[in-house]
């Protein structure tokens, strides 16, 4: 096998915005986030990475305790309407996850700070072998149509926020997660013989707290993928049984025009090979490789990318 071309699991996700304040009092005056980076890519490189007629786009980098991976990018876009929230059965982008010491102190505090939860916090298992591995989790419903699933696991795997303020209630981000229509097109794109990241586990299963965190039908049979590299953020891919539910939300999702969750940023050791490899494996290349704006990228080479189900990827090539 091949030397992986990602550097790490997800080095960011993508958010765009138009209340930059409302952004800022949630993560950073709530979850306690910090501010790593601003600036503003020009228009002539935001059209050119991902898409003509971006104009300049201000940028916000977000971290949590210092982690220099599992960050948020916010991207202040033109003024428009805020799309409805994702659903678990929606095709597309549908959450950014971190984890929570104590997800009913999540849930009251938030809440009192006027924040809304699509529901309650619920408890649901995934069978890994001959166990269930028990996971308690809250969607809230951030501003401008981003999803946040708070986690509060019951073995928290390690990360960087974690490790370097061990009293911090929230993490980085610990993944993110799509909905897609081919899976396994998906999966093979991202793991051990595509990109290199490696596979977790791989399961179908259905439990009422699912259902009732993310307000499926009951007994709806979800697979799910859980593909990770040497960093924090892992990537969930997952499909639904049923695939008469939900919608597909990828034409609003797009990296610097849109709110919300619009798409993910990894750091590689090739670029080149990178998108020789996206093409081989079923993706599609928009943009690149191409010199990047000194805001966000130092003027890393960087490329924009469709994955085999259509969803948005940056690439930005560094150094290890």
């Known amino acids: 096998m091949s030397e992986p071309c990602l550097v790490g699991g997800v080095d960011a996700a993508f958010l765009g915005v138009n209340d930059l ?3 800022l009092e949630l993560y950073v005056g709530q979850l306690g986030w910090e501010v790593a980076e601003q600036g503003v890519i020009p228009a002539a490189e ?5 898409g003509d007629g971006i104009g300049d786009l201000p940028v916000t980098v977000l971290t949590a305790a210092g982690s220099p991976h599992g ?3 916010l991207l202040q876009v033109p003024t428009q309407e805020v799309p409805e929230h994702p659903l678990q059965a ?3 982008l549908v959450a950014i996850n971190m984890y929570t010491r104590d997800i009913e102190v999540s849930h009251t505090t938030l809440a009192d700070a006027g924040q809304r939860w699509r529901t309650p916090p619920a408890t649901w298992a995934v069978p890994l072998g001959e166990k269930l591995v028990s996971v308690t989790q809250g969607f809230l419903l951030a501003p401008e149509a981003t999803d946040i699933v708070f986690v509060q696991p019951a073995e928290a795997r390690g990360t960087a926020a ?3 303020e061990p009293d911090r209630h929230y993490t980085e981000l610990t993944s993110v997660v799509c909905h897609v229509p081919d899976f396994e097109a998906e999966t093979a794109f991202w793991g051990a013989e595509g990109l290199g990241l490696q596979s977790w586990y791989d399961v179908s299963f259905t439990h009422p707290g699912l259902d009732e ?3 499926l039908p009951a007994g709806s049979v979800m697979r799910l993928s859980f593909l990770a590299g ?3 953020a892992r990537l969930e891919v997952t499909r639904l049984e049923n695939r008469t539910l939900g919608t597909d939300r990828r034409d609003q999702q797009r990296t610097g025009r849109h709110l919300g969750h619009t798409g993910w940023l990894f750091k590689v050791r090739d670029l080149s090979e990178t998108l020789f490899r996206t093409e081989q494996l079923g993706g599609t290349v928009r943009s690149g490789p191409r010199a990047g704006a000194p805001a ?3 003027g890393c080479p960087v490329a924009f990318v469709e994955t085999p189900n259509g969803l948005p990827v940056t690439f930005v090539e560094v150094s290890d």
Do not use: E, V
Not at 46 to 50: K, T, V
């Open 230 to 232: 040497p960093t924090t």
């Open 21 to 23: 304040d409302a952004q």
């Open 213 to 215: 965190m993310a307000l």
């Open 46 to 50: 935001a059209s050119a990475l991902w």
């Open 71 to 73: 960050r948020l990018i």
């Open 296 to 298: 966000l990228f130092a």
């Open 162 to 164: 974690w490790d370097a």
């Open 90 to 92: 929606d095709t597309g």
